[in-house]
């Protein structure tokens, strides 16, 4: 249905494409538009129907939830295509999997038209994709299996989300919430707690300044569980001012706020300041207090085609710096929730693994 949507919960909601982001129907990412059941007649979702991105970014072009009933009734948008199952020649769920797996992803990839900001897929060419499907029954035991393993790797993220929510309640309960009424720590800027350095990339013009030991952290690196995507040789180390293993990274320029730990010693680019921690902050404990500031931060750059953070009022930025001992006790807590943390991902990347191979089975031979 082409309507203009918005976000003022009146009437029927209205899939969109935010509405199956994360791989399922979530009622809390849809649209409204004042409509009625009689005005939305005839674009009403059943029960059972895929919701498929058709317009999307390249690598999001594909993307599938089935609809069952959640929310009670949902309205048919413009911005995803309806998939609705012959459910006497196939099973909602066994055609979701189908439609994400590698073969037929394969298959879909040479139909994508890449545009600038956006690519998409016609409903033409989605039609003439071949499967070949087996019987009912084998189709339900393959989704119900495939179920199974998908909601296991779910359960794994969402208990790595939680560990990040428990780290955020150990900082409060030791220390208050610093965006209300924190407790009466002093204060201080950032300036005396710390050198605090402004980034530089070497120069391009010259060769070997980078593919060594060194890493080299972007913010597209910042908050990511990821290894640096870029490294500097000893020479490339040499043109810059690197920081030491444990230094605060702040992006100032653009996502102004987005910040992390350097976790062995680093170079940065000239979007990031850092601050190098003297002997009255724990490292983990400086991040943590920027990190919950991280609002206040973006509030203060300039508003500019490109927010930007200037140095000067970056240093005069203030956290309040409890006693040393009960920062170490912070430390200390945080070390074992992240301990806890790694022992998840190493579960996740074989759940992971134990999909990818049931996946591999059920569907090597699904798309004709």
Request: charged share 20%.
């Amino acid at each position: 249905m082409s309507v203009k949507q918005d976000k003022s919960g009146a009437g029927l909601p209205i899939s969109r494409i935010e509405t199956i982001a994360d791989g399922s129907v979530n009622p809390n990412r849809v649209g409204f538009a004042g409509l009625s059941a009689a005005a939305a007649e005839g674009w009403l979702l059943e029960t059972g129907d895929i919701l498929f991105s058709h317009i999307n970014s390249v690598e999001h072009v594909g993307k599938c939830a089935v609809y069952r009933g959640v929310p009670e009734v949902l309205v048919h948008g413009m911005n995803l295509l309806n998939l609705r199952c012959d459910q006497g020649k196939i099973v909602p769920e066994f055609a979701k999997y189908l439609i994400r797996s590698p073969g037929f992803r394969g298959c879909l990839a040479s139909f994508i038209n890449k545009a600038v900001n956006q690519a998409s897929v016609s409903i033409g060419n989605l039609r003439t994709i071949p499967v070949i499907v087996p019987p009912l029954s084998e189709q339900r035991s393959i989704a119900a299996i495939l179920d199974q393993a998908d909601a296991l790797r779910s359960k794994r993220r969402e208990a790595l989300a939680q560990l990040d929510s428990i780290k955020q309640a150990i900082f409060i309960d030791m220390f208050g919430d610093p965006r209300q009424l924190p407790r009466a720590w002093p204060s201080a800027p950032l300036s005396a707690l710390g050198r605090v350095t402004t980034g530089r990339t070497p120069p391009t013009s010259k060769e070997g300044m980078f593919g060594g030991a060194v890493p080299f952290i972007t913010p597209g690196d910042l908050e990511s569980e990821h290894p640096a995507k870029r490294t500097l040789t000893a020479e490339g180390v040499a043109e810059i001012n690197p920081v030491r293993a444990g230094a605060t990274l702040v992006c100032c320029i653009g996502t102004v706020g987005k910040m992390g730990m350097a976790k062995v010693r680093s170079g940065f680019n000239q979007q990031i300041n850092a601050v190098d921690w003297n002997s009255t902050v724990d490292d983990t404990y400086g991040l943590a207090a920027l990190f919950f500031r991280k609002g206040e931060l973006a509030a203060q750059a300039a508003s500019t085609t490109v927010p930007i953070l200037n140095k000067s009022t970056f240093e005069k930025f203030e956290i309040q710096v409890p006693p040393l001992d009960l920062q170490r006790i912070f430390a200390a807590r945080i070390q074992a929730v992240e301990g806890l943390k790694i022992t998840h991902r190493a579960a996740l990347a074989e759940s992971d693994a134990l999909f990818a191979s049931l996946q591999h089975r059920a569907f090597a031979v699904q798309v004709a």
